[in-house]
């Protein structure tokens, strides 16, 4: 149990050494003018709060900076949502103020800004797969043994992809197999097409659609690519810009794993709704060992579809943080629906 003055102390120290990536001296901390004690008593108590777990020493400095511990106590006890200023108020809604086509535009966006605000790396999950599903299916010929497939879910996404037929496909197979399509994986989660294919709509092809197979076929790859969560990026390289990564290959390796959407999808994903804040090592993953990852979830609905996730150094500015992403959070949620409705 921290005292009232142990307490000032450690938020003192872990707000100037977000502000200045320096680590923080007794005098630094005897100069603010919410705190007033004493130089020596202020040493006493950091000693005691390094004692504790709160706060560690730099061997090349006198100055203490908070560990994850005091992160952690600082996050859950200390800290208060800062009230997001007019500006950024004001760019984001200009920003999310245009009118998109489609949902998926509404998330790139909302990366982008996101990076722009905070100078950390922002991930945003598209619409859960596990969630959205098939509202409609296109299927327009471009050639003898070409046609153009246009999915469209009930999230807003549409997304178009060649597939190829055997040769000499009649227009009538063609309509059959939209209309088979339609009729039977309509409202069907994206997840369950491939197996629907497999099972139902196979034997219905067998049925009523010649050369069947290889139509089959050309389906099952175009499905097996809308299982992919989609995984979308602002500021990649922010984390270049921390004074923490100077180290080449450290940053290199996280850089890496930006490449690798499905465990970036895996270790963004929060299997609680609202915000998270994970510190350091509860990551559980090394790579992130000296990162902070804040998430929060966005729904479609009321139904949650997404989140939204920013990476950046344990030294990370907790309180507008917290702030921003309850406000996309809200806004994202806000803006599907009236796409939804539209």
Do not use: C, W
Not at 75 to 90: A, E, G, K, N
């Amino acid at each position: 149990m921290l005292t009232e003055r142990q307490l000032y102390i450690l938020k003192a120290i872990v707000d100037d050494y977000i502000t200045n990536a320096e680590p923080v001296g007794s005098r630094t901390i005897s100069k603010r003018q919410d705190i007033n004690f004493s130089p020596a008593t202020i040493r006493n108590e950091m000693s005691d709060l390094e004692e504790m777990g709160f706060l560690e020493k730099p061997h090349s400095s006198a100055g203490r900076i908070p560990s994850q511990k005091g992160y952690r106590y600082y996050v859950d006890h200390l800290l208060s949502p800062m009230q997001l200023s007019s500006r950024d108020v004001t760019d984001i809604r200009s920003q999310l103020a245009e009118k998109f086509q489609e949902s998926e535009q509404v998330i790139q966006q909302s990366a982008k800004i996101l990076s722009q605000l905070t100078s950390y790396t922002s991930i945003v999950l598209g619409p859960e797969v596990f969630e959205s599903k098939l509202q409609q299916i296109q299927l327009i010929p471009i050639s003898a043994t070409q046609a153009v497939i246009i999915i469209v879910t009930d999230s807003g996404h549409v997304e178009n992809q060649t597939v190829y037929f055997p040769e000499n496909v009649s227009g009538s197979d063609v309509e059959k197999v939209v209309n088979i399509l339609n009729d039977r994986l309509r409202g069907v989660p994206i997840y369950q097409l491939q197996q629907k294919l497999s099972q139902e709509i196979a034997s219905v092809f067998k049925k009523y659609v010649s050369k069947y197979e290889t139509m089959l076929t050309a389906l099952r790859e175009v499905f097996q690519d809308h299982q992919q969560e989609k995984v979308y990026y602002g500021g990649k390289t922010n984390i270049l810009s921390q004074p923490e990564f100077n180290d080449v290959e450290r940053v290199r390796n996280i850089l890496n794993i930006f490449e690798e959407d499905a465990l970036v999808s895996k270790l963004i994903r929060s299997e609680d709704q609202g915000l998270t804040i994970r510190i350091g090592e509860e990551n559980d993953f090394k790579p992130f060992e000296d990162l902070s990852l804040v998430t929060a979830t966005y729904t479609l609905d009321g139904k949650y579809v997404g989140t939204i996730g920013l990476l950046g150094p344990t030294r990370m500015e907790y309180p507008r943080v917290i702030s921003l992403m309850e406000y996309f959070s809200r806004d994202m949620s806000d803006l599907l629906d009236r796409k939804n409705k539209n």
